[in-house]
Protein backbone atom coordinates (compact mmCIF):
# COMPACT_ATOMS: atom_id res chain seq x y z
CA UNK A 1 0.00 0.00 0.00
CA UNK A 2 1.75 3.21 -1.17
CA UNK A 3 1.07 6.13 1.52
CA UNK A 4 2.02 9.82 0.16
CA UNK A 5 1.72 12.24 2.73
CA UNK A 6 1.41 15.83 2.16
CA UNK A 7 2.19 18.94 3.99
CA UNK A 8 2.39 22.41 4.34
CA UNK A 9 -1.67 23.13 4.33
CA UNK A 10 -2.99 25.95 7.11
CA UNK A 11 -4.95 29.36 6.84
CA UNK A 12 -3.11 32.22 5.05
CA UNK A 13 -4.79 35.28 3.82
CA UNK A 14 -5.83 36.56 0.81
CA UNK A 15 -2.85 37.29 -1.47
CA UNK A 16 -0.81 35.14 0.35
CA UNK A 17 1.50 32.68 -0.06
CA UNK A 18 1.59 28.85 1.09
CA UNK A 19 3.85 25.71 -0.13
CA UNK A 20 2.52 22.54 -0.14
CA UNK A 21 4.98 19.16 -0.61
CA UNK A 22 4.03 15.52 -0.89
CA UNK A 23 5.92 12.24 -0.55
CA UNK A 24 5.97 9.06 -0.63
CA UNK A 25 6.16 6.93 2.79
CA UNK A 26 8.72 4.98 1.07
CA UNK A 27 11.77 7.10 -0.54
CA UNK A 28 12.55 4.41 -2.96
CA UNK A 29 9.25 4.00 -4.93
CA UNK A 30 9.68 5.96 -8.56
CA UNK A 31 6.72 7.17 -9.95
CA UNK A 32 5.88 8.77 -13.50
CA UNK A 33 3.87 11.57 -13.02
CA UNK A 34 2.57 13.55 -9.83
CA UNK A 35 0.04 15.93 -9.01
CA UNK A 36 -2.37 18.15 -7.33
CA UNK A 37 -6.41 18.19 -6.64
CA UNK A 38 -8.66 19.97 -4.44
CA UNK A 39 -11.96 19.54 -3.49
CA UNK A 40 -14.12 22.93 -1.68
CA UNK A 41 -16.83 22.03 0.65
CA UNK A 42 -19.73 21.43 -1.08
CA UNK A 43 -18.16 20.96 -4.88
CA UNK A 44 -16.38 17.93 -6.57
CA UNK A 45 -12.70 17.17 -6.78
CA UNK A 46 -11.08 19.36 -9.19
CA UNK A 47 -7.58 19.18 -11.12
CA UNK A 48 -4.71 21.52 -10.14
CA UNK A 49 -1.37 20.79 -11.41
CA UNK A 50 0.39 17.83 -12.73
CA UNK A 51 3.98 17.43 -13.58
CA UNK A 52 5.93 14.18 -15.00
CA UNK A 53 9.48 13.15 -14.68
CA UNK A 54 10.72 15.02 -17.45
CA UNK A 55 9.32 18.13 -16.27
CA UNK A 56 6.46 18.39 -18.34
CA UNK A 57 3.95 20.76 -16.33
CA UNK A 58 0.25 21.23 -16.56
CA UNK A 59 -2.39 23.60 -14.66
CA UNK A 60 -6.04 24.56 -14.54
CA UNK A 61 -6.34 27.63 -16.08
CA UNK A 62 -8.21 28.77 -12.67
CA UNK A 63 -4.36 28.38 -11.02
CA UNK A 64 -1.85 29.38 -14.02
CA UNK A 65 0.01 32.15 -13.87
CA UNK A 66 -0.49 31.68 -9.36
CA UNK A 67 0.59 28.41 -8.89
CA UNK A 68 3.94 26.78 -9.49
CA UNK A 69 4.43 22.60 -9.48
CA UNK A 70 7.64 21.27 -9.29
CA UNK A 71 9.10 17.78 -8.61
CA UNK A 72 12.53 16.32 -7.22
CA UNK A 73 12.53 13.38 -8.65
CA UNK A 74 15.73 12.10 -6.74
CA UNK A 75 13.25 12.04 -3.57
CA UNK A 76 9.82 11.86 -5.65
CA UNK A 77 8.71 15.21 -4.01
CA UNK A 78 6.12 17.05 -5.31
CA UNK A 79 5.91 21.23 -4.34
CA UNK A 80 2.76 23.12 -5.37
CA UNK A 81 3.52 26.95 -4.84
CA UNK A 82 0.83 29.39 -4.35
CA UNK A 83 0.77 32.50 -4.69
CA UNK A 84 -1.90 35.08 -4.63
CA UNK A 85 -4.08 33.11 -2.78
CA UNK A 86 -8.00 33.89 -2.83
CA UNK A 87 -11.06 32.38 -1.27
CA UNK A 88 -11.91 30.31 -4.23
CA UNK A 89 -8.88 28.49 -3.45
CA UNK A 90 -9.90 27.44 -0.19
CA UNK A 91 -10.30 23.70 -0.45
CA UNK A 92 -8.92 20.16 0.81
CA UNK A 93 -5.63 19.73 -1.50
CA UNK A 94 -4.36 16.00 -2.40
CA UNK A 95 -1.89 15.04 -3.84
CA UNK A 96 -1.73 11.60 -6.38
CA UNK A 97 0.92 9.59 -7.84
CA UNK A 98 1.35 7.48 -10.68
CA UNK A 99 -1.05 7.97 -13.73
CA UNK A 100 -2.11 5.13 -16.20
CA UNK A 101 -2.75 5.06 -19.74
CA UNK A 102 -6.42 5.62 -18.79
CA UNK A 103 -5.72 8.54 -17.03
CA UNK A 104 -6.30 7.57 -13.65
CA UNK A 105 -4.11 8.12 -10.49
CA UNK A 106 -3.45 4.87 -8.75
CA UNK A 107 -2.24 6.63 -5.22
CA UNK A 108 -3.61 9.25 -3.64
CA UNK A 109 -3.00 10.95 -0.29
CA UNK A 110 -4.78 11.99 2.47
CA UNK A 111 -5.56 15.54 2.17
CA UNK A 112 -4.43 18.82 3.44
CA UNK A 113 -6.41 21.77 4.48
CA UNK A 114 -5.89 25.03 2.91
CA UNK A 115 -8.38 27.77 3.91
CA UNK A 116 -7.71 31.41 2.41
CA UNK A 117 -9.21 34.38 4.98
CA UNK A 118 -9.13 37.34 6.66
Known amino acids: QVQLVESGGGLVQPGGSLTLSCAPS????????MGWYRQAPGKQREYVAA???????NYADSVKGRFTISLNSLKNTVTLQMTSLNSEDTAVYYC????????????WGQGTQVTVSS
Open 26 to 33: DSALSFNA
Open 51 to 57: VSQVAHS
Open 96 to 107: AANLDLQGKWAH
